[in-house]
């Protein structure tokens, strides 16, 4: 699955009184396409808004110092900070700046373009201001930071007066980890988090200022505790602080809010703060014997609070300048199957052994029956057909296995594999099916299928799909890669998005392709960063087209026409690639006793720039 963040965050609320007024400025970027490689994220850009809503409302940033990019260039994240740049200088400033979308070890990405994190840093560092905090929200964002994370550190200001000079950057995971949304709570979790934070969920001190040790502490734990039970496991933000002077970061003032919620000592359980129609605005862990204060924009809200096994839920309105209390009493029990689930971890029940035969027979659908749990597998046997949720070692079928949530093992099987995740080896006649990620073999007679990501090969006759792959494919009729190909395709019909690899085929079709393409016909609708080699090639711009019609979109087709000494008319057209071109060319030759003939012709060659001075 996943998502990067580049967030600068920078507030200083002062504490004593100061000549030179103090001005917020916050810059949100948002990218949910990470690039042909990346899956698109859903929530990127709501994130982002999210952030600046929060700072304009509690944090002290005015409506026309806030910005919100959304999918921007290289360029055009550079252009916007020249332009923060030049409205900084010359006064007393502190800048909040907000990136949520994809990222590597190595930078961010923005679509196609990628800006290192040494050249983020040297953007952020080159901003006239006193105090910047940068917080990524993205996979291995960590690498900006520099560190690993995982651990709660101490606080890093303690003081509580503000004369503070400097940057704290904040990364919602470490150098080798990733950054994940959530369908449930529409967001990124570390996002999420944060916010749910800074509207006063962080409040450990109950001074209703919110400060950035608080905010991270609680992003920390949250994201932490939430994640550790998902499909990508545990998410460690990560942090690196270097200030000067004494003080303490204040985020957010509750105290500046238009309403407020205040829960009473009465309540307690995990509460889930829903705005209409059902967006998720805070979630918090509401202790019982102390106030909690939540700062919202005036609005209707739907409060759900689970205690255990039991559940409630409570409509409030909170309105301007009218503070409103809620209590124990304002709740109502409802059903715990009306509620959405919260991601808890999911328990297997272990059989050692599980056999199909005949679904009213099915050992594994008796015993998730009984239990109210997902069964596990060691070795399973099927007739015609078995769905054990998850197989941890070997499943022999006939007519059919699958595996519901993962496989760690090994299938055989005829007419049918399917597994939800893949680590091991699939075999079958006639089909194969991996719905999530695929790091192994799949066999297969007639068809292959891996919905997001396979890392290995498959190997089939006439059909292989795959979302991305990372290895070989093999098959006799068709070989497809939906998004990324980094390997090699070989197959009758070959077909990518883009990628970086080989393509060996008697039809090569791609969108952008970073290597080579070796068959009869090879086709590029974008570009070839290679090499072509086939009797017809196109592509829209090619570095070598080998072929005798290798047509390339910026290069062009060129007619010649010329006569020799004897006044015989030459015909040609010369095909041009980046580095080389190719032609065609017919000659009508007249002979002796005022026959004539005529030759054909064809060739290659090769192009070189010379650079020309003067």
Known sequence: MIRTLAFVLLMLVPGLARAEPLRRFALGVSANDGGPAREKLRFAEGDAQALLEVLQQLGGVEPRDARHLVQPSADGLRAAFAELARQLAGQRTEVIFYYSGHSDESGL???????????????????????????????????????????????????????????????????????????????????????????????????????????????????????????????????EIRLAGTGDLVMTDLRTATAELTLDESVDGRLFVWEPPRKLLVEVDKPPGRALVLALPANSYRLELSRGAHYYVADVQALAGRPQRVNKALFRGVEREATLARGVIEQFADAPFGAG??????????????????????????????????????????????????????????????????????????????????????????????????????????????????????????????????????GGIN????????????????????????????????????????????????????APLGITRQGGVHPEVSVDELMAPFLALRLEAKYNYSFVSLALAPYAGGASGYAVGAGLGAKTPLPLEG
């Open 357 to 490: 035969i005949i679904p009213p027979f099915a050992t594994n659908q008796r015993l998730r029956t009984r239990l109210q749990r997902p069964v596990r597998n060691r070795v399973n046997v099927s007739l015609l057909y078995d769905d054990p949720d998850a197989v941890a070692g070997l499943q022999l079928g006939f007519f059919g296995v699958s595996a519901r949530r993962y496989l760690h093992g090994y299938q055989f099987g005829t007419f049918f594999n399917d597994a939800g995740e893949l680590l091991g080896m699939q075999m079958s006649f006639v089909a194969n099916a991996v719905r999530s990620y695929g790091y192994g073999l799949q066999l297969a007679g007639v068809a292959n299928y891996a919905s997001r990501e396979l890392r290995g090969l498959q190997a089939s006759a006439l059909i292989n799909h795959v979302e991305t792959l990372r290895g070989v494919q093999s098959a006799f009729g068709l070989n497809m890669v939906r998004e990324h190909l980094h390997g090699l395709q070989l």
């Open 495 to 546: 077909w990518s998005k883009a990628g970086e690899g080989a393509q060996l085929g008697g039809l090569n079709l791609a969108r952008d392709l970073t290597g080579l393409q070796l068959g009869f016909v090879n086709v590029a609708a974008g570009r070839v960063h290679g090499m072509q080699v086939g009797l017809l090639n196109y592509a829209d711009e090619a570095d070598v087209s080998l």
């Open 109 to 239: 990405l923005l679509g196609r373009d990628r800006v290192s994190y040494a050249a983020l840093r040297q953007l952020l560092q080159e901003l006239p201001t006193q105090v910047r905090i940068a917080i990524l929200d993205s996979c291995a964002s960590g690498g900006f930071t520099r560190e690993k994370g995982g651990t709660a550190r101490p606080p890093f200001i303690v003081d509580s007066s503000t004369d503070v000079r400097g940057h704290a950057f904040l990364t919602s995971s470490s150098a080798d980890e990733a950054a994940q949304e959530s369908d449930r709570i529409g967001g990124s979790f570390f996002t999420h988090y944060l916010v749910s934070g800074l509207r006063g969920a962080a409040d450990s001190s109950g001074d209703r200022k919110i400060t950035l040790t608080e905010a991270y502490r609680f992003a920390f734990e949250e994201t932490l505790a939430r994640t550790t039970p998902t499909q990508f496991g545990s998410q460690h933000p990560a942090y």
